[in-house]
């Protein structure tokens, strides 16, 4: 059996790319020739005639990150492997295999779309998982049927390595990170290392006079933003349900923006009425009621509601407590809180 490069670079041959490695990332796919956009090229390497099983070995030079997976996750994995076991028991596999290649596959699996782009499933795809990941990439992947297309976006020079993006790129540099968890890298493309300002564009409100393109800075005065979410929002009860994600994404908005005002009072109803919806369409333990529990209880305490408070973070906390545990600093400041108002409620 040859090694996974010599499987590679036949499998790369006269495609115009090399997979190798470069320092901190690992593996990469490089240009040996230029491409650009659509001509005179479009295709940077056509269809890779692969499926999972003639090329399994190569699924052992995939990134596992292993060391870096955290309990809860090693857990999951490890509780799928029991579940391939039971399935597969005459194949005899090793459990700690199949955990370790449950962890390969969730940072090597693509998402497969259709043409329109909307998501049909998940696969392994061997050679284009060396690509790595930028958020300003020049290269895309594309699926006709079962087959992966990789198409340059921008002009790529030979020797230049050949970058996609993992995650959705229209978002500021803080949630693209956060996307990029899954992956265990830390992302030092131009756009995560320049400075704020397109975050401040992807996330800020335009300036208040109409004739400027400006934008307001974090901190800035957000009443003329809430009264203008508070427009949306009469609008939008005239046309939606009031269980619809439209008027509970102004909701969850309005609820934030007052309390950037210090409004407490109106962020506390607008985050009722987002837990009413949630409380409708979730299930009792889902993650975003006890977080919506969480603010609430923080709501109320600041605004001295002690008995209120102590409800809701009472219920944030049984809710909390099966999606996120009890020991990780956020649920241990939330169990603080709680108690401390038990301790207040004492004293009065
Ligand atoms: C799909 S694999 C890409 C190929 C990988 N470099 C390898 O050696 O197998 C995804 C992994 O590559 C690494 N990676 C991808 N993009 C990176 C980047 N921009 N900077 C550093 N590491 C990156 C991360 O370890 C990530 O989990």
Not at 24 to 52: C, E, V, W
Request: hydrophobic share 35%; proline share 5%; aromatic share 8%.
């Amino acid at each position: 059996m040859s090694s996974w490069e010599e499987q590679l670079r036949d499998e790369l041959a006269g495609r115009g790319v090399a997979v190798s490695s470069v320092p901190g990332k690992g593996r990469a796919l490089i240009a040996t020739r230029s491409f650009s956009p659509g001509n005179p090229t479009p295709r940077l390497s056509p269809a890779i005639p692969s499926s999972g099983t003639d090329n399994y070995n190569l699924v052992d030079a995939l990134e596992s990150h292993i060391s870096e997976v955290n309990k809860y996750q090693k857990e999951i994995h490890a509780q799928m492997a029991n579940v391939v076991q039971m399935i597969l028991p005459s194949l005899e596999l090793d459990h700690n295999a199949i955990t370790h290649t449950f962890s390969k596959f969730s940072c090597n699996a693509f998402t497969i779309c259709d043409p329109q782009l909307k998501p049909v499933g998940t696969g392994l795809c061997l050679v284009i998982s060396t690509i790595n990941h930028s958020c300003a990439p020049n290269a895309i992947v594309i699926f006709e049927g079962r087959t992966a297309y990789l198409r340059a976006v921008q002009p790529i020079a030979n020797n230049e390595e050949v970058l996609i993006s993992y995650i959705d790129t229209a978002a500021p540099t803080v949630k693209r990170q956060y996307y990029l968890k899954p992956y265990y890298f830390s992302c030092t493309c131009p756009r995560c290392e320049k400075d704020s300002e397109e975050d401040a564009l992807l996330e800020g409100y335009r300036c208040k006079d109409q004739k400027c393109d400006g934008i307001l800075l974090p901190n800035s005065d957000y009443s003329e933003a809430a009264s203008m979410y508070k427009i949306v929002e009469e609008q939008e009860r005239k046309l939606y349900h009031t269980l619809s994600t439209f008027l509970l994404r102004t909701w969850n908005a309005l609820s934030k923006i007052h309390i950037e005002l210090k409004d407490f009072q109106t962020a506390l109803k607008y985050n009722r009425l987002t837990i009413q919806v949630y409380e409708r369409v979730y299930p009792p333990f889902a993650p975003l009621i006890g977080l919506q529990l969480y603010t609430r209880g923080k709501l109320q305490w600041s605004l001295g509601y002690i008995q209120d408070a102590l409800k809701s973070l009472t219920r944030a906390a049984d809710v909390l407590r099966v999606t996120h545990g009890t020991t990780s600093e956020f649920m241990k400041e939330l169990l603080c809180m709680l108690k401390e108002c038990k301790r207040s409620l004492l004293w009065r």
